[in-house]
T-cell receptor
Framework: ETGVTQSPTHLIKTRGQQVTLRCSSQ?????VSWYQQALGQGPQFIFQ???????GRGNFPPRFSGLQFPNYSSELNVNALELDDSALYLC??????????????FGDGTRLSIL | SQQGEEDPQALSIQEGENATMNCSYK?????LQWYRQNSGRGLVHLIL?????REKHSGRLRVTLDTSKKSSSLLITASRAADTASYFC?????????????FGKGTRLSVIA
């Protein structure tokens, strides 16, 4: 069984730039969720993708966007980066749509630093 | 917003002792989940307990849920140095329609050998 993998592991950007983070879901999973985790905080839900469509979104601005591909892998795109976007970005996969009724399988995250 | 709040924020114990962490939440829930996060790594799911359950066990882990008090506890028995990590509770609200998991800020557990 292949687990959730994320790339890159670390990334440094400057304010105003754009970034794309990638996630491969665990085999057999068709649902991907993205979370932002600031230092010393719990993960905050950004959005979720199921069958290539966004089907849930947290309190994040539109400059946070995503995609899910036919193989269920996913991308998180962030435009016009701000200093407060510095965080660990986590991807989690599961099966069958909404995430809250089953365990989530997390990758090890991408550490994004904004200078 | 974070619904679940863990207590204490940090806990330091000797190897072999038991560790208890608590989680309080604000709204009615469908289920509550506990996760562990080692430094610099992703979260690992430990236990899911549904709103109609009061207690669940998994190996050295015991989780209780008191919906009347809107609280849960995670007990780790006979702790080991490898249990050193941050522990998060996550709640799934009982709303019509779908709601995401909402995580607390976590308890940082240090187990000293």
């Amino acid at each position: 069984e292949t687990g959730v993998t994320q790339s890159p592991t670390h990334l440094i950007k400057t304010r105003g730039q754009q970034v794309t983070l990638r996630c491969s879901s665990q085999s057999g999973h068709n649902t991907v969720s993205w979370y932002q985790q600031a230092l010393g905080q719990g993960p905050q839900f950004i959005f979720q993708y199921y069958r290539e469509e966004e089907n849930g979104r947290g309190n994040f601005p539109p400059r946070f966007s995503g995609l899910q591909f036919p193989n269920y892998s996913s991308e998180l795109n962030v435009n016009a980066l701000e200093l407060d976007d510095s965080a660990l970005y986590l991807c989690a996969s599961s099966f069958g749509g909404w995430v809250s009724n089953q365990p989530q399988h997390f990758g090890d995250g991408t550490r994004l630093s904004i200078l | 917003s974070q619904q679940g709040e863990e207590d204490p924020q940090a806990l330091s114990i000797q190897e072999g002792e038991n560790a208890t962490m608590n989680c309080s939440y604000k709204t009615s829930i469908n289920n509550l989940q506990w996760y562990r996060q080692n430094s610099g790594r992703g979260l690992v799911h430990l236990i899911l307990i549904r709103s109609n359950e009061r207690e669940k066990h998994s190996g050295r882990l015991r989780v209780t849920l008191d919906t009347s008090k809107k609280s849960s506890s995670l007990l780790i028995t006979a702790s080991r140095a490898a249990d050193t990590a941050s522990y998060f509770c996550a709640t799934a609200r009982m709303d019509s329609g779908n709601t995401p998991l909402v995580f607390g800020k976590g308890t940082r557990l240090s187990v000293i050998a």
